[in-house]
């Protein structure tokens, strides 16, 4: 199998299909398309909780992991409240590795404004580097919370930030020298790097699920901007019709990528937003994106149908309905 997320066909054949016994409780248990499970715990209130496991290089992987669980959270609408944390060290790993992974966990966590509550730490044989795994859960009212597939025909799609945002600071520091052979400079690939700095989605879909302006929420990882669309239409039941012109391309994301011959709506894309929300209401949800300093823009709408149709600058059409292999696994392939 490929490095990355597994694709739909094994996951249902030999991972959604075996789940255990069967609970009432579940609103939303393990599902494509889905970023959380939710279990009703009584009172009009839903338990949401997440996982998600990070690789990433030790400079970063603690602070990363809480980030990137939280914001699968944020996009049903829920704040993180608690944390588990699953420690995985390689043999021969110092204690200085322990120790800027738990300041990282640390120092994430006061960011979000949640409790580490437990989990557990080992030295592991068979791996390589740190692995960190995230639990994130908190609570909300059972009639707002957001679902990924509520998305409806005639809704408006808004994106935040740009794509592949997350894939641009990881190739701007996996591959810095492959890009400086490339050409890129300095300067681009030292901007490329902060990226990282806005992982977090809280601040947008909090604020979206606050005010009730949205349908559905996403927050497209590995495979990008695209396999984030897909994995609306396929949720939701419906298609998706968006324009390229429309699609937010930092500039640096616009250099790495054409030095690469990349695709950066395929690149992975933690930090950007994807929400769905109804026209009369797409004015407002713009304005409070954008007044809380972060970018936005309206992509293109919900239609019958099913996939991801996209309209290319040049007036050409391309569907999409098939899980999306990300960028950054074939540029491990190819130079890593």
Not at 30 to 57: C, F, K, Y
Not at 293 to 310: C, D, F, L, N
Request: proline share 4%; glycine share 12%.
């Amino acid at each position: 199998m490929k490095v990355g997320k597994l694709p739909p066909s094994l996951l249902l054949k030999y991972v959604l299909s075996r789940l255990g016994i069967s609970d009432p409780a579940v609103i939303m248990g393990p599902r494509l398309g889905e970023d959380a499970a939710i279990i009703d715990i009584g009172g009009g209130r839903v338990l949401v909780i997440h996982s998600d496991p990070i690789t990433e290089a030790i400079e970063r992987i603690g602070w990363l992991a809480i980030h990137v669980a939280s914001n699968d959270l944020a996009v049903r609408g829920v704040k993180p409240r608690w944390f588990l944390v699953t420690i995985l060290l390689p043999q021969g790993a110092d204690v200085g590795v322990l120790d800027e992974i738990t300041k990282q966990l640390d120092r994430a966590a006061k960011e979000v404004g949640a409790m580490i509550v437990g989990g557990h730490t080992e030295v592991s044989p068979g791996i390589e580097k740190p692995i960190v795994i995230v639990s994130a859960a908190g609570i909300c009212d059972k009639d707002k919370v957001v679902m990924t597939s509520g998305a409806r025909v005639g809704d408006v799609v808004i994106m935040t930030k740009g794509a592949g945002i997350e894939g641009t600071a990881i190739i701007a520091s996996d591959f810095k020298e492959l890009l400086l052979s490339k050409g890129v400079s300095t300067d681009v690939i030292e901007r490329a790097q902060g990226f990282f700095n806005e992982i977090s989605v809280l601040p947008e879909a909090l604020a979206l699920s606050r005010e009730g302006l949205v349908t559905s929420m996403h927050d497209p990882t590995e495979g990008g901007l695209l396999n984030g669309l897909i994995e609306i239409a396929l949720a939701s039941g419906k298609g998706i019709k968006v324009f390229e012109e429309r699609v937010i391309v930092r500039e640096e994301t616009k250099v790495i990528t054409k030095a690469l011959s990349i695709d950066p709506l395929k690149l992975i894309s933690s930090g950007t937003l994807i929400a769905t929300v109804p026209r009369n209401l797409v004015d407002r949800a713009v304005s409070i994106i954008k007044g809380l300093g972060i970018s936005a823009s309206v992509i293109g709408e919900v239609v019958h149908g099913k996939g991801v149709t996209v309209v290319r600058r040049d007036g050409s059409s391309a569907y999409y309905e098939e899980f999306i292999e990300d960028e950054i696994g074939r540029l491990w392939e190819a130079y890593g």
